[in-house]
């Protein structure tokens, strides 16, 4: 298989040209998050992906402090559970879940809270046309198989 995805935020299976699956979708994830924390992810000026591959093994390993030096300690514990999944396997979402929730209560965080960009909203006006999951839910056409794998809202209630 070539290769899927790109290299900043590619998981190790897609280094190693492997099937990838829903576990490399959270490991590129967690990238996203690590970068957005710190700042950047230390392989950002690598083109070479070998030497990228090779810095994101190091990251759990032998910088490990580097890799998630401004992040919440729960980031090492969501790559751990991201790295022990079998390709099939269904990610612990409502776990990833808690955690998050968990990591946002020690900061003073409120997730209910609106960003401070979406000030327009609490005008009650809006400019676009978007609609809300619930709408959307209800409008569009649903696969049998959808939201299976998925927590429920039940599943995620602490």
């Known amino acids: 298989m070539g290769w899927r995805g790109t290299t900043r935020y590619g998981s190790l299976n897609a280094h190693h040209r492997q099937d990838l699956s829903r576990r490399d979708d959270l ?31 190091d990251a759990r390993t032998i910088t490990k402090e580097t890799f998630f030096e401004k992040c919440p300690l729960q980031y090492d514990q969501i790559l751990q559970i991201i790295d022990k999944l ?25 997730v209910t809270m609106k960003y401070d960009w979406d000030d327009s909203l609490s005008s009650g006006t809006s400019t676009t046309n978007a609609i809300s999951p619930d709408q959307s839910a209800s409008r569009s056409h649903k696969a049998e198989n959808i939201g299976q794998d998925r927590p429920s809202h039940e599943d995620l209630r602490v």
């Not at 992810?41 to 690598?46: D, G, H, K």
């Not at 396997?89 to 929730?101: K, V």
Request: overall charge negative; glycine content about 4%; cysteine-free.
């Open 27 to 57: 490991e590129s994830w967690l990238y996203m998050i690590v970068e957005l924390t710190n700042g950047s992810l230390p392989w950002r000026f690598i083109t070479d992906r070998s030497l990228v591959q090779k810095a994101k093994e």
């Open 86 to 110: 079998e390709f099939d396997e269904i990610p612990p979402y409502a776990t990833f879940y808690n955690i998050l929730n968990e990591m946002a209560d020690e900061n003073g965080i409120v």
